[in-house]
C-alpha cells in the first residue's frame, strides 16, 4: 500500500519571508498549496467570498471593474481588529475547504512524498488538525528586519509597517509552537540550508512511515 504525503504547514508572520521558504521548498520537490493564491481565487468577482465581502464592506472595496479593491480592504482590517474578525469569518471556511481540496489531489499524485501547505494565518486562527497536518514549519525573522522588507516591498511607512506586525500573533508565540524554525534573518544562502536541512528530514521521515 502506497505511504501518503506527509502534509506540513509553512507560515511565519508579514515580512518574515515565508513566501521565499515556499519557493524553497518547491525547488527541492515539495508539492505546494498557496493560500494566498485560494484567497484571491475564493474573493474573486464570482467567488464564493465575494458577495459576502461586499455586502459586510460596502461599494468603498469595490473597484470600477467590479473587482475586490484589495488596499482599501487590506487597510481597514489591519487598522480594527474587529473588522478583520469579520472579514477572516468570511472567507477563512472557503480557503481551508479549496486547501483540503488541494491537498487531497495533489496526494492522489504519484511521486509526491511532501505537501507545503503556505498559510500566513495558520497558528493565528487554527492548530492545522483540520488540514492533518504532520508538523509546522515557523519562518522567523526580528521585527526590525520585518519592517525593513514591508516599507521597501510594499511602500509603507515605517508606523505602518509596525501596525501590521501588530495586528498579527507575535512571531515569538508561532517560534514556540514549531515543529521546525528557519531563521531568515541572515543571507539566502543560510535560509537555503536551512530549508534543505528540514526537506532531507522530511523526506526521511516520510520514507521511514
Excluded: C
Excluded at 468577482?45 to 484589495?70: K, M, N
Excluded at 487554527?126 to 528586519?145: F, Q, S
Aim: glycine share 10%; hydrophobic share 40%.
Amino acid at each position: 500500500m502506497s505511504r501518503r504525503p506527509l502534509r506540513i504547514g509553512l507560515t511565519g508572520g508579514i515580512g518574515s519571508g515565508k513566501t521565499q521558504v515556499a519557493r524553497l521548498f518547491k525547488d527541492l520537490g515539495a508539492a505546494i498549496v498557496d493560500a494566498d493564491a485560494i484567497a484571491r481565487e475564493v474573493t474573486a468577482t464570482g467567488g464564493p467570498a465575494y458577495e459576502g465581502i461586499v455586502a459586510a464592506f460596502g461599494p468603498a472595496v469595490v473597484r470600477p471593474d467590479g473587482t475586490l479593491d484589495r488596499k482599501a480592504l487590506g487597510d481597514r482590517v489591519f487598522a480594527d481588529p474587529s473588522t478583520r474578525r469579520r472579514l477572516n469569518a468570511l472567507t477563512h471556511p472557503h480557503i481551508r475547504r479549496r486547501m483540503a481540496e488541494e491537498a487531497s489531489r495533489l496526494g492522489s499524485m504519484p511521486g509526491v512524498e511532501v505537501i507545503v501547505l503556505d498559510i500566513p494565518l495558520l497558528l493565528d486562527t487554527t492548530d492545522g488538525r483540520d488540514l492533518g497536518l504532520d508538523g509546522i514549519v515557523v519562518v522567523d525573522a526580528d521585527d526590525d528586519v520585518r519592517v525593513g522588507r514591508l516599507v521597501a516591498r510594499d511602500g509603507l511607512s515605517e508606523a505602518d509597517a509596525r501596525r501590521r506586525l501588530a495586528a498579527q500573533m507575535p512571531l515569538r508565540e508561532k517560534v514556540a509552537r514549531a515543529d521546525w524554525v528557519i531563521d531568515n534573518n541572515g543571507s539566502p544562502e543560510h535560509t537555503r540550508e536551512q530549508v534543505r536541512s528540514v526537506w532531507e528530514t522530511l523526506r526521511t521521515r516520510r520514507r521511514a512511515s
